[in-house]
């Protein structure tokens, strides 16, 4: 099968965005082992965009857009393909009511030019997308396929992997496995380094991603049946988990925030946190998890002194130490742990910048973690880059830490 | 001046890397005024990538590739210039001698395959490379301009610089000049609907984009000078900011935090919050802001209705109003000024789902901001989407009501 992927938007022609829709899209269908011979971006023009699609179907078989659904004027994507296709485009009623029911439950009266999002043709078959206004379509005829998914990335990537790739899979010969290993405390050299000469597998190989939020070992394997391939992972992840031990600390869509939370639910522990140069952030990801009140009481975002000193750390340890001590976190520690009653508190206090304080330079963070007065466990780091990156990177290494401290705990009971 | 891009190789089709130097030279050109209207991505295929630069050639003036330059079989951009224009390459002596000297500075002997980055044909002028090996091609025909350049993006940028951009410039005649209007509490088709016939000029030009803290408003002028693009502008600015009125918030890198905070400065006014469903998102932003210390105070996460009892938030409107009211926010911004001693307080509860809570759906939000008991402004809704982007919309329309409210207060003064 040959492939093409076709970006619409002007503001890629501008260079306001990059168009990173489609390096996902080529690694997706490398993946599937389907041939992608090009890729073009076209702005939001209908006789530029429909003479490109018209190309690209008539030399592959499979044509990918992304972009041009949105409801205005300038949204192309639907006209070029009916175009194409010599049909004409008519409101289907029942996407139509679905699109009323997402603004009525919005408290909005849809705006009329929105219709355009209900429209169909006869060769299309839409694709739903529960997190946008934008169906997609699935345009099937005379053998070729034309895909036209929204631009927004999470919309697209949540529509290929639900609906579009469910349709074309059964349409290759392949089956592919993956699985990911999610890595903390650790950078991706250092990563792959420890897994040396499995990196250089060809089946199941594995490739290392460094996110926001971990580094990632991705574990693919190729094979005629889903549970050989599924094998293959098995035995691949197995060895990688050898090489880099209590580091994994979870797979797939597995977060540090959503492995902590679990640890502490499944022990029945509640937490309670203290922050002052994560601002808010640690709380924020551990909330970002559903179900996360279980375990969460609640946090302090003590960014000024005085509320330190006022919700329970002690003057003199501001005093002797100072408030970016590895002292003052502990203390954060124990205050949020006591003031709410939970059974382990976090505290982290740094320096976010870009300038210094109190003469530690920016991203200089201590972290602690409390389960009484006397069990802590602590870090004291220096983390480079703006202040986004050093605050993110400090939740981070606190959600790891307590994960660590929890299971010390449970070994050391 | 009509320009496309030409993207070669392989690994971009496999998704091993982005396209970055498209989206550096599409935002180059844009400033140059000159008009991208595609972008292609090409495998290193001499049949197709010949097709490719033919096509482009016959509808455009200007054709820019990168990519394929190297000394391998693989490395074909010379191949389809010289191809399309129909001349023969042949080894420039001078060209030659530099790329042996380069090598023997390395004391490395050349290898021969790397001759052929010495080639040129008739119509081309070789661009200096004193980064690497591969020098570019200014192939200048029949009124039509090819530049090839390296793939690697430092020797490509160095190369667009110092090479081609002074041969450039002469020929454009205009100027671009360009401001974005970020606009708060309107969807993007509401924008729209509001902008109307303003969105359909031709210069400057208005465009929106829905980002996910604010709509953007694009507005692009070009003319002969910086000054008269700018003056534009400014026109038009005034003509949409009339049609949003007090929606837009800021211009350009200003985000909704970064504004509420410098109005809460320059008024030296303090801030501290009380969150509930946002879960310390709201902190968080306000912290990602340099310097948010001069304003905030801190912030308390009560996650917990023990913590928002404890802390503050009567007994009774708990009881009465439940912890998912407009009360229950109010008393949360009213705690959170009095127990921190700040000038203003922002509570916020709601329920961020998935799940429904007290019988109030998912996505149910209700915002206070509070300057003294009396002096509160709030606003209750419903948001849609999945949980963190329920946090994210609660967060960013607390922050639009905090600005609201010191303006007015202001005003009121």
Same mark, same amino acid.
């Given at each position: ?20 829709? !489609? ?6 269908? #490398? ?18 965009? #429909?003479?490109?699609?018209?190309? /690209? ?29 010599? *049909?004409?485009?008519?409101?289907? $009623? ?10 009525? @439950?919005?408290?909005?009266?849809? $705006? ?9 043709? =006869?060769?299309?078959? +839409?694709?739903?997308? $529960?997190?946008?206004?934008? =169906? ?11 895909? /036209?998914?929204?631009?927004? =990335? ?13 349709? %074309?899979? =059964? ?9 990911? %290993? ?5 950078? &991706?050299? #250092? ?5 040396? &000469? ?26 005629? #049946? ?37 640890? %502490?639910? !499944? ?13 808010? %952030? ?7 998890? $559903? ?22 750390? +002690? ?7 100072? !408030?970016?001590?590895? *002292? ?25 910048? +870009? ?15 409390? @389960?009484?007065?006397?069990?802590? @466990? ?36």
């Amino acid at each position: 099968m040959r492939a093409e992927i076709l970006s619409i938007g002007t503001e890629l022609l501008l260079g306001h965005i990059s168009d990173t829709n !489609a390096t996902y899209l080529a690694r997706q269908l #490398t993946t599937l082992g389907i041939d992608l011979f090009y890729v073009s971006q076209v702005g939001d023009n209908l006789g530029r965009l #429909t003479e490109t699609l018209r190309r /690209a179907r008539d030399r592959s078989d499979l044509v990918i857009m992304t972009g041009g659904l949105g409801p205005t004027e300038d949204d192309l994507s639907r006209e070029a393909i009916a175009a194409v296709l010599g *049909e004409t485009p008519a409101v289907d $009623p029942q996407l139509e009511a679905e699109l009323r029911a997402f603004f009525a @439950s919005r408290g909005i009266e849809m $705006p009329e030019r929105n219709v355009k999002q209900a429209w169909v043709i =006869p060769s299309v078959t +839409p694709l739903a997308n $529960p997190v946008g206004t934008a =169906p997609g379509w699935w345009a099937e005829r005379d053998g070729k396929i034309v895909v /036209a998914m929204p631009g927004v =990335p999470h919309e697209m990537m949540r529509m290929w992997e639900h609906e579009a790739l469910p349709r %074309l899979r =059964p349409r290759t010969g392949t089956v592919l496995f993956t699985r990911t %290993l999610r890595v903390a405390g650790m950078g &991706e050299s #250092t990563v792959e380094e420890r897994l040396g &000469e499995l990196i250089h597998g060809e089946n199941p190989t594995l490739a290392t991603y460094a996110k926001r939020d971990a580094v990632d070992v991705r574990v693919t394997a190729k094979a005629t #049946t889903a549970a050989a391939a599924e094998a293959l992972v098995a035995q691949m992840e197995a060895r990688a988990r050898e090489a880099l031990g209590a580091h994994v600390f979870g797979v797939d869509a597995q977060t540090p925030q959503s492995v902590a939370l679990a640890l %502490l639910i !499944a022990r029945g522990l509640t937490l309670a946190a203290m922050e002052s140069c994560t601002g808010g %952030l640690l709380a924020s990801l551990i909330t970002d998890v $559903p179900g996360s009140s279980a375990a969460f009481l609640g946090g302090f975002v003590a960014y000024s002194i005085a509320m330190k000193a006022a919700y329970g750390v +002690p003057r003199e340890t501001l005093e002797q130490h100072g !408030a970016i001590s590895v *002292e003052t976190a502990r203390a954060m520690a124990r205050a949020a742990r006591e003031r709410l009653g939970a059974d382990v508190g976090v505290g982290i206090t740094g320096v976010a910048g +870009p300038a210094e304080q109190e003469g530690k330079p920016a991203g200089t963070v201590h972290i602690a973690v409390a @389960s009484t007065a006397e069990r802590v @466990s602590e870090t004291s780091q220096r983390f480079r880059g703006a202040r986004s990156e050093i605050k993110w990177r400090a939740a981070i290494t606190a959600l790891n830490l307590l994960r660590l401290h929890v299971l010390r705990e449970e070994r050391d009971a």
